[in-house]
């Protein structure tokens, strides 16, 4: 900006001022206006002020516009290409993560029926302490990683999993003892859930708000790519050559993600400004002004050391505590709504309804299934929101389960009842495999990457990831004991109920994250509904 020479005479320094004011509220203004698109309220308020024929600011103003700004614009030149590679990069890790969960149902028949691969006897018993260990393994890991994440960043830390999926296969490959596939299939659990909270915290991290839902859901679409792929490529090799390719997935996604950048909010937390303004250039093109999205990175930074407390002082927020029952209650629901149960007799299901499909296609149909409404998802989540997908996908799921219950009720009863009522479960088994990789399936995950701020971030995601596996360990574990004691109709009526209460959680306790930026997702979970457009000018 110019400034008067102590050589200008006095008429005109008055007027070279004007002019450098006027030059100055036209700068401004046009931020502001730029500003208001990333959400910043104090580019709003300007914005305003102007409209009102008032574009005098200050210093102070044009001092904190840029820091003020919400991260995650819609800049004209921003570039979405590249976070949409960064995305599926990441979830390149996921992948890995699907085959190590769908490799127990190719494995089961031919380790435990037909005594393939091992020089040792597998009974069922033992195999399902082999399906489990790898939730167990997730479980124990997800508290650590969150301080791992902070510790070395996102990238460095989902890198550095490859390790333990390498050990992990090559140990399940060549085992010696059932100890060693417990082991094996625990320390496979270890990488799993260590990318369950890695992948979504660096997704949302690096993605714009417009497109955070779409970015985020892909975590859970690779997950199911990497079940389907293993049920495709199982029906066609044996168990040893299906191990070995899992084994080597995790190289090809350790040499594809190594060339991702690392996430901008964990660079600039570390003060590593010039990497962190190469990274966001690399997510939204050469041509994207990255000044307004730094400042708001810096300023959420300083506030959040300024503020700085330990770990338990954090979670004691009120702000934390909401979304920590939030996250943590989508995973609860998330594995009592009976995912497992369809699961574990779909190949029944499609048996008794006499629809000439073997079990292994059965399998394959799902995985399909799973696939393509995941897939889906990822397109309508930014659009319906991510409430409407969860009401949508529990009332259908609880229908679904209710009906299920009723036809093996009868059946129990009577097996004439059901002679023509084989396409029930079979369509009750479709829809809920649909709206649950719709709903349920995908969005606790990418909302567990939304709720939480920046500094507690890590080690309330890993709580909830604590959560999630540790249920999916007991229901797993109790669904016979559930069978036994309650029937197969009233195992399922019980998830219906479940899935009912949680319709109910969902409707009254879990904010829409569709379109706010994350800081304006902490506004309103602290009370503030208020948007930037609601906002009135200053007067």
């Known amino acids: 900006m110019s400034t008067a020479s102590s050589s200008n005479s006095s008429g005109e320094e008055p007027n070279k001022k004007a002019s450098s004011s006027n030059e100055e509220s036209s700068h401004l203004l046009e931020s ?4 208001a698109k990333y959400g910043s309220r104090q580019a709003v308020k300007i914005v305003k002020a102007s409209e009102n024929g008032r574009t005098n600011s200050t210093p102070h103003d044009q001092e904190n516009l840029l820091g003020n700004m919400v991260h995650t614009s819609t800049s004209n030149n ?13 979830a390149g890790g996921a992948f890995a993560c699907g085959t190590v969960l769908g490799w127990t149902s190719p494995a089961e028949t031919a380790i435990v029926d037909d005594h393939q691969r091992y020089e040792f006897n597998v009974d069922k018993d033992q195999f399902s302490w082999v399906g489990s260990a790898m939730t167990l393994g997730a479980a124990c890991v997800c508290i650590p990683i969150g301080f791992l994440i902070n510790l070395i960043g996102r990238k460095w830390t989902m890198l550095f999993l490859v390790l333990p999926f390498i050990v992990g296969w090559a140990m399940l490959i060549w085992a010696a003892n059932v100890g060693m596939l417990y082991a094996s299939r625990f320390i496979l659990g270890i990488a799993g859930g260590a990318f369950c909270v890695t992948a979504p915290m660096y997704t949302g991290e690096i ?17 199911t790519i990497g079940i389907l792929f293993v ?43 010039e990497n962190a303004i190469k990274s966001i250039q690399w997510l939204r093109g050469k041509e994207y002004d990255y000044e307004p999205e730094l400042a708001e990175l810096r300023e959420t930074d300083r506030e959040t050391k300024a503020n700085k407390v330990n770990v338990w002082a954090a979670l004691n927020r009120p702000v934390t505590r909401k979304a920590l029952a939030i996250s943590m209650g989508l995973m609860f629901f998330q594995q009592v709504c009976g995912i497992n149960a369809v699961i574990f007799y779909a190949s029944r299901i499609f048996l008794e309804a006499k629809t000439g499909i073997e079990a292994e296609w059965a399998s394959i149909l799902i995985g399909i299934m799973q696939v393509v409404a995941t897939f889906v998802s990822t397109l309508v989540v930014d659009k319906l929101g991510r409430r409407i997908l969860l009401l949508a996908s529990g009332i259908c799921m609880a229908v679904s389960t209710t009906a299920i219950g009723v036809y093996f009720y009868l059946q129990k009863q009577d097996e004439t009842q059901v002679e023509n009522l084989g396409w029930l479960p079979v369509a009750s088994l479709c829809l809920f495999i649909i709206m649950f990789s719709m709903g349920y399936g995908p969005v606790p995950w990418l909302m567990m990457g939304e709720l939480f701020a920046t500094d507690i971030k890590g080690f309330a995601g890993s709580l909830a990831g604590t959560s999630n596996w540790l249920l999916a360990f007991v229901v797993t574990k109790t669904f016979v004991n559930l069978n036994d004691g309650l029937g197969i109709g009233g195992t399922f009526w019980l998830f219906a109920g479940l899935t009912v209460l949680g319709v109910v959680f969902v409707f009254l306790a879990v904010p829409e994250t569709k379109g706010k930026s994350l800081n304006e997702i902490q506004l309103e979970l602290a009370g503030n509904r208020s948007t930037p457009e609601a906002i009135p000018a200053e007067k």
């Open 32 to 35: 502001a206006e730029n500003g």
């Open 78 to 90: 921003s570039r979405k290409l590249p976070q949409y590679v960064a995305a599926l990069a990441a």
């Open 207 to 223: 993605a714009q708000k417009e497109i955070r839902g779409t970015l985020g859901s892909y975590f859970q679409l690779m997950i």
């Open 231 to 273: 049920y495709a490529v199982g029906a066609g090799v044996d168990i040893f050559w299906l191990s070995v390719i899992c084994g080597l997935l995790p190289l090809v996604f350790g040499a594809i993600f190594f060339f991702m950048p690392e996430s901008p909010t964990y660079l600039v937390a570390k003060d590593r400004s």
